[in-house]
């Protein structure tokens, strides 16, 4: 079974924090992704990776960052928390064209 | 126009009915196409992926891809108090890399 885990459940950070959100898959998976869910407006990409070290940017990527130094494992980095960033962050992971696995999900509160 | 929809609100039937999920995408391009149960509070889990024109059936689930038409549906047949959720249907981009694109999702609810 493809195995896909996030560091945390439940996150509160307060505004203008540094917070890391990691991800790990125990596939060998190339492409890691990671998303974010809010109500009415779906599943957003913010980034994905398709090799260590390689990261493309989502559709919404700004506020982010991300670090991809192993295989497994895929970083999503909020560089300054807002309050608009609270949202539930999901990741995922797939072999090249091949299905999205996704983690439990983080939900993240920013006060 | 946006990539996926899936148009229609929530979506109640009575317990043993058939629910049917419809999702329009815009890309003539996408090879693969997926659909994905969500519970409240939880993450996205694979049901089904089709890829071909036709029917694909795994136990009470059926999935019809069109791709002149472009639309792919889902058919849930029996429906059970446990297939309450929302569905997403996710389809490949021409971004390639396996970068999908998400409908915003319909919304289950059996009626026991």
């Known amino acids: 079974d493809v195995k896909v885990t996030q560091s945390s459940r439940y996150l509160v950070k307060r505004t203008g924090e540094k917070v890391f959100l990691e991800c790990v898959q125990d596939?060998?998976?190339?492409?890691m992704f990671w998303y974010r869910q809010d109500p009415g407006l779906g599943l957003r990409l913010i980034y994905f990776?398709?090799?260590?070290?390689?990261?493309e940017k989502g559709d919404i990527p700004e506020g982010y960052s991300v670090s991809r130094e192993k295989k497994e494992r895929f970083s999503l980095i909020l560089e300054s928390a807002s309050t608009n960033q609270t949202s539930m962050y999901l990741c995922?992971?797939?072999?090249?064209?091949?299905?999205?696995?996704f983690g439990p999900g983080t939900r993240l509160t920013v006060l | 126009q946006k990539e996926v929809e899936q148009n229609s609100g929530p979506l109640s039937v009575p317990e043993g009915a058939i629910a049917s999920l419809n999702c329009t995408y815009s890309d003539r391009g996408s090879q693969s196409f997926f659909w994905y149960r969500q519970y409240s509070g939880k993450s996205p889990e694979l049901i089904m992926s089709?890829?071909?024109?036709g029917d694909k059936e795994d136990g009470r689930f059926t999935a019809q891809l069109n791709k002149a038409s472009q639309y792919v549906s889902l058919l849930i047949r029996d429906s059970q108090p446990s297939d309450s959720a929302t569905y997403l249907c996710a389809v490949t981009t021409y971004y390639g890399n396996n970068r999908l694109a998400f409908g915003k999702g319909n919304q289950v609810v059996v009626i026991p």
């Open positions: 596939m060998d998976h190339e492409n």
């Open positions: 990776s398709y090799d260590v070290k390689m990261k």
């Open positions: 995922a992971s797939s072999l090249p064209l091949g299905t999205q696995y």
């Open positions: 089709i890829y071909s024109n």
